[in-house]
């Protein structure tokens, strides 16, 4: 379970980067970070989680105008853990910057903000 919410982070966490650019104040649009970035790889847990040892991402739907997105994390089996692919569906939410998301592996949904150092930010 923790490797799912995991996941979830990760995207999550790829899409914080434009927020701390130099004079940036408006809300970071997540759909137009989901644009840019068809792939995503997990260098990096805190929890030093062998599930998400170089997971890689690929994005395999995008639709703008409906705001709907999905990436399929291949999650590799390293240190004895199963090796599967979790999907993770994107839908626009409240606001700009706070998506909704649906992992397919065990029914786990939420809404996160982009912008959250209790959940997915790195540090």
Not at 2 to 29: I, K, Q, Y
Not at 82 to 87: G, L
């Amino acid at each position: 379970m923790a490797s799912l919410n995991l996941v979830a982070c990760m995207a999550l966490a790829t899409m914080v980067a434009g927020n701390f650019l130099p004079g940036h104040r408006e809300p970071m649009d997540a759909f137009r970070v989901i644009d840019e970035f068809d792939r995503g790889v997990s260098i990096y847990t805190s929890i030093n989680d062998t599930d998400m040892k170089c997971a890689t991402a690929t994005r395999t739907y995008l639709d703008l105008e409906q705001k709907k997105a999905t990436y399929v994390w291949e999650l590799k089996g390293h240190g004895g853990s199963v090796k599967r692919n979790v999907t993770v569906n994107w839908q626009g939410g409240d606001a700009p910057d706070l998506p909704a998301y649906h992992i397919d592996y065990g029914s786990m949904q939420g809404r996160s903000p982009l912008l959250n150092a209790k959940m997915c930010l790195p540090h």
